[in-house]
Structures are given as C-alpha cells and as structure tokens.
C-alpha cells in the first residue's frame, strides 16, 4: 500500500487548517491582533513620541527591536494564525518585558514619562497578546479538536 508524500492533504490537517482560519476571522481575534499590532508600531515609535531617542539610550533600541517584533508577531498571527500560534506565547511575554524595561536596562532613561509609556503599552501588548493565546486555545479545546482526549 502507498500513502501520498504530500501530509498537507490528510484529512486531519484540513480540519485543524480550516478551525484555525475561523480562528483567526473571528472579529475579536481580528480586532486584537490589530491592536497588537497598533501596540508594536507605538513602542517601536515611542523613543521618538516621548523624546527620548535623542540620546541613542539602551531603552530606546530595546524599544524600536522589541516593538517591531511584536508588531512583526501581530501581522503573522492575523496572517497565519495555523501556522504562528504555536508562538503565541511570545507576545505576552514581550508585554511583560515592556513593562520591567525601563528599570532593567542599564543606562535607560527612567523618566517619568518613559515609565509610564512603557507600562501602559506593556500591559496593552500583555492584554492582547493573552486574548491572542485565548483564540488559539479554544480551537484545541473545542469538541471535535484536534486535542488528544486525557487517559
């Protein structure tokens, strides 16, 4: 007996394709992938929004790669939810590290201004990146999934 070379036609794998594109056409996971998305280009940006790249600060480079990380997560995650959320971990844990940042890194700029911008799109970018993993968890835990039942 011979089995085709191409596993991307197995049946299974058309299903968990299928659950993972109404996923990701769901309006909420659209919608919070776009805010995460909106969340990265702030962070990336935010040296320059809050004026404090002119110094060239380890922040605002941890700022511009971190932001557009997540930024870069946001498009893959809206784009091929079937094939990133694996990954959706990432994002929240970028959230967290927005938000401890500006006392972590050696010779930040830990203004006031700084803080407070890095905390509120931390946690924005935690909130997102958590309903993210949420739409990916509920297509495993859904009857019928592709999660293996517990023996």
């Known amino acids: 007996m011979t089995h085709g070379a191409d596993i991307g036609t197995h049946p ?14 769901n309006p909420a996971a659209q919608l919070a992938d776009g805010l995460t998305l909106l969340s ?12 404090f790249s002119g110094t060239r600060t380890p922040l605002a ?5 971190t932001g557009l990380a997540v930024a870069l997560l946001a498009m893959g995650y809206s784009s091929a939810f ?28 830990a203004t006031t201004s700084t803080i407070i911008s890095n905390v509120v799109v ?3 970018i935690l909130l997102f ?20 039942p517990a023996h």
């Not at 990265?40 to 004026?51: D, E, H, M, N």
């Not at 480079?61 to 790669?65: A, C, E, F, Q, R």
């Open 82 to 109: 079937g094939r990133t959320y694996g990954i959706s971990w990432v994002a929240p844990l970028l959230g967290i590290w927005t938000i401890i940042a500006p006392w972590v890194i050696r010779g930040g700029m």
């Open 122 to 124: 931390g946690a924005l």
């Open 61 to 65: 480079v941890n700022n511009l790669v």
């Open 129 to 148: 990146g958590l309903a993210t993993m949420r739409f990916g968890m509920m297509e495993r835990e859904r009857p019928g999934g592709f999660r293996t």
């Open 40 to 51: 990265g280009l702030y962070l990336a940006l935010s040296p320059w929004i809050v004026g």
């Open 12 to 25: 299974d794998i058309m299903q968990m394709r299928a659950r993972y594109e109404a996923a990701a056409a």
